[in-house]
């Protein structure tokens, strides 16, 4: 029997020098990247927008997603919806204020994977107040591409009720529709390639 403890203990060592793989950073590449938003409007339609200003790193073990972290900061005052009338109303003090609030950001702290689905929460800070939000988000890949750098690619939404971010600005219609709904769909669209 007494061979064998020798024979256990290189074992156990050798596992334990072996390194595990280490995260890597991967920065978001803007123009591959889609920052969007859909909400309600006179309670028959929706608008969307998207912000044309961001940034964001993921830093993340390819093998191992659920170990990821996501950080990214969007210039408000970088909405656009298509229309440059609502584009300068949303960046009035009506909503966004973004001379007081410049700029919403998120950064993750749990990760969940399930298959090619991760449920990733974390803190969103938009106009001033800071609150945990849920994003649900879709592994597209990762791959190399023809240039030789590795990229991530990622989709996925969210749900935030802009009353519990300050953004209460309101009409009521004769109908008693809201002029626009509280409830703000996040989408996004990610492709992220390797920092090198």
Not at 23 to 43: S, W
Not at 78 to 101: A, C, I, Q, W
Not at 111 to 137: A, R, Y
């Amino acid at each position: 029997m007494r061979p064998i403890l020798p024979a256990l203990f290189v074992g156990i060592f050798t596992l334990a020098a072996t390194p595990a793989t280490e995260a890597e950073t991967f920065i978001v590449d803007q123009a591959h990247t889609k920052v969007g938003f859909k909400v309600r409007h006179l309670g028959i339609s929706s608008v969307e927008g998207h912000f044309d200003k961001f940034e964001g790193t993921i830093e993340a073990d390819p093998e191992n997603l659920e170990d990821l972290v996501l950080s990214a900061t969007v210039e408000v005052g970088s909405v656009n919806t298509g229309n440059e009338k609502r584009d300068e109303h949303l960046r009035s003090p009506d909503f966004f204020d973004v001379e007081k609030y410049p700029t919403m950001t998120f950064k993750s702290a749990k990760v969940k994977k399930d298959g090619d689905e991760l449920e990733v929460k974390g803190e969103l800070t938009l106009h001033g107040v800071t609150k945990e939000i849920e994003l649900e988000l879709e592994i597209g890949g990762v791959i190399t591409d023809p240039w030789g750098n590795k990229r991530m690619g990622l989709s996925g939404s969210a749900k935030i009720d802009r009353q519990e971010f300050g953004l209460s600005f309101n009409q009521i219609l004769e109908t008693g529709q809201l002029m626009v709904g509280d409830e703000v769909k996040i989408q996004l669209e990610i492709e992220a390639v390797q920092k090198k």
